[in-house]
């Protein structure tokens, strides 16, 4: 079992570019959480999805920010037109039936904008 | 709100010392408290949960509900302890809230 996997480690994008992160959960599991790293700060829950639904979002910004777990393939987070302040760690992280016995991360994607 | 707080952000004891990770919460009824560690270049590796009241690498953590603490205690460290500690607690059904974690180094 490859563990969860995100790809790329690293994305570089310009200002107003869009970046799109990838996330494959470990076989069996179906739950995908998605946490946001800022600088000198702890994860941040962003959004919880199970296959083609979309549980939990309230931790996503307003506007430009979009996730996804379609019936096949990975998951995807979605961010148009970056700025910035986007510049952070992404952690993906997976469940076969919920957080109570905790989540498998994967390594995370660092954006950074410039 | 549920809130998780390490208070400390850097922490160095020598080899052999004892260590202690402090973790405090505020959750109204009963939390589900987790503590999480990244070795370097690693991923985020789930260390112990309070509801197994397990021991991992000979680290312990008790929850005191009366002081809302979850710290984490080992009474030897090794060097290879050295790594960010997260402690995190459950809210809601599925969320995880973090603290923004201690940077532990052991020192030879």
């Known amino acids: 079992n490859a563990g969860v996997m995100q790809n790329p480690r690293h994305l570089v994008r310009r200002r107003g570019q869009e970046a799109r992160l990838r996330c494959s959960p470990m076989?069996?599991?179906?739950?995908v959480y998605w946490y946001r790293q800022l600088p000198e700060e702890g994860l941040k829950f962003m959004v919880y999805l199970q296959k083609e639904n979309i549980i939990d979002e309230s931790g996503m910004p307003k506007e430009r920010f979009s996730a996804e777990f379609p019936k096949e393939g990975p998951s995807i987070l979605r961010i148009q037109q970056v700025v910035r302040g986007d510049s952070a760690a992404y952690f993906c992280?997976?469940?076969?039936?919920?957080?109570?016995?905790?989540?498998?991360f994967g390594s995370g994607t660092r954006l950074t904008v410039v | 709100a549920q809130r998780v707080t390490q208070p400390e952000k850097l922490l160095s004891v020598f080899k052999g010392a004892p260590v202690e990770l402090k973790c405090n919460y505020s959750y109204s009824g009963s939390p589900e408290l987790f503590w999480y560690v990244q070795y370097s270049r690693q991923r985020l590796q789930l260390l112990l949960r309070h509801i197994s009241r397990e021991s991992i690498k000979g680290f312990t953590a008790d929850l005191n509900k009366g002081e809302t603490s979850f710290h984490l205690k080992k009474p030897f460290a090794q060097e290879e302890d050295s790594a960010m500690y997260y402690c995190?607690?459950?809210?809601?059904?599925?969320?995880?809230?973090f603290g923004q974690g201690t940077r532990l180094t052991i020192n030879p």
């Open positions: 995190a607690l459950i809210q809601g059904a599925q969320k995880l809230v």
């Open positions: 992280a997976s469940s076969p039936n919920g957080v109570e016995y905790g989540y498998t």
């Open positions: 076989k069996g599991h179906s739950h």
